[in-house]
C-alpha cells in the first residue's frame, strides 16, 4: 500500500526525500513528486503549493496517476483555538471550509451537494498520526521550547480557506461565525479541507498534522516565514519518522 506525504510547501517536508531509498522525481501537472522506499514503506512526496484548489488537484493526481492508497498531509498552520500556540502541534479530526458561503440556498459552510459541511479524518490514520505526534514532539520537543511550557499536541477540527489569516481581528471573527455554524476550529490554514473533500470522493484514508507557525493574528506575517524556515521540516521529520514506523 503506497502512502503519500502532502505538503503546500518544500519546507513542510524538507529532508525526507534525501532519506529515501531508491529515490525517483518526476513531474506531473506542474508539480513535483519524489518516489521512493522509506523505513520500508513504498512512499510518493507531493507538494501542492498554496490554496485548495492547488491542494485538490495534487491530492486527484496522487490518487489517479500514482496509485497512492493513504494519504498524511503535513504542514503548518494559523492556531486560533484557545491554548494552541506557537510550536504547538494540531492533529485534524477533520475539516471544514471557512470560505464556503452559498447561503441562502444551502447552511452557511455546507459544500453544496455533499449535504455536509464537515469531512472527517479517517480515525485509525488519525489515531496512529497522534501517538506519531505525540513521540515525535517528545524526541524532537526539546529543540523547539518557543514558550516556557512543552509543545503540546492537540486533536481536533481544522478550518480551511483561500486567506492567510493575519490579524486578529479576522481570526476572532472567523472563530464566531464558525461557533455560529457549531464548528469550533483549533487551527486554521489553506488546503486540509480541499483535500479531505478529494479522498472522501475517492474513498481513500487521509489524515494531517499541522504545526502551529503563526497565531493568524497581527503578527502572522513575522512568525510564518521564521517558523516555517527554521523548525517546520524538524518536526515534519521527527512525527512523520514515528508515523511510517507504526504503519506496518
Ligand atoms: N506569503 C506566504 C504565503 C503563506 S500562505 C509565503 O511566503 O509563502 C500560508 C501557508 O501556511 C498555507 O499553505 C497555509 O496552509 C499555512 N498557514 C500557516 N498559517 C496560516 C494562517 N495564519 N492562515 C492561513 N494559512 C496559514
Redesign the pocket.
Known amino acids: 500500500m503506497s502512502l503519500a506525504i502532502l505538503s ?2 518544500a519546507e513542510e517536508q524538507q529532508g525526507i526525500f534525501e532519506q529515501l531509498q531508491q529515490p525517483r522525481r518526476v513531474l506531473h501537472a506542474g508539480r513535483e513528486f519524489g518516489m521512493g522506499i522509506w523505513h520500508g514503506q513504498t512512499v510518493v512526496l507531493a507538494l501542492s503549493r ?2 485548495k484548489v492547488a491542494a485538490a488537484t495534487t491530492a486527484t493526481a496522487l490518487i489517479e496517476k500514482f496509485g497512492v492508497q493513504r494519504i498524511v498531509f503535513t ?4 492556531g486560533v483555538g484557545e491554548g494552541v500556540q506557537v510550536g504547538d502541534v494540531v492533529v485534524a479530526s477533520g475539516f471544514v471550509q471557512h470560505d464556503m458561503d452559498a447561503a441562502p440556498l444551502f447552511p452557511t459552510f455546507e459544500v453544496p451537494l455533499y449535504g455536509r459541511a464537515r469531512f472527517d479524518c479517517d480515525s485509525a490514520l488519525t489515531a496512529m498520526l497522534l501517538e506519531a505526534a505525540r513521540a515525535g514532539v517528545s524526541s524532537a520537543g526539546g529543540l523547539f521550547s518557543l514558550h516556557q511550557r512543552a509543545p503540546q499536541v492537540h486533536c481536533g477540527l481544522v478550518a ?2 483561500d ?4 490579524a486578529a481581528t479576522e ?1 476572532q471573527r472567523l472563530q464566531a461565525a464558525l461557533r455560529a455554524g457549531g464548528f469550533d476550529a483549533l487551527a ?5 479541507a480541499a483535500v479531505a473533500q478529494v479522498c472522501h470522493d475517492y474513498g481513500i484514508p487521509f489524515a494531517v498534522v ?1 504545526t502551529i ?4 493574528d497581527d503578527t ?2 513575522v512568525d ?2 521564521t517558523f ?1 524556515s527554521t523548525v517546520a521540516s524538524r518536526y515534519a521529520q521527527a512525527i512523520l519518522t514515528e508515523f511510517v514506523q507504526r504503519l506496518g
Open positions: 503546500a510547501l498554496i490554496g504542514g503548518v498552520a494559523g480551511s480557506g486567506r492567510f489569516v493575519s481570526a486554521v490554514e489553506m488546503e486540509g499541522r507557525s503563526d497565531r493568524a502572522a506575517h510564518f516565514p516555517v
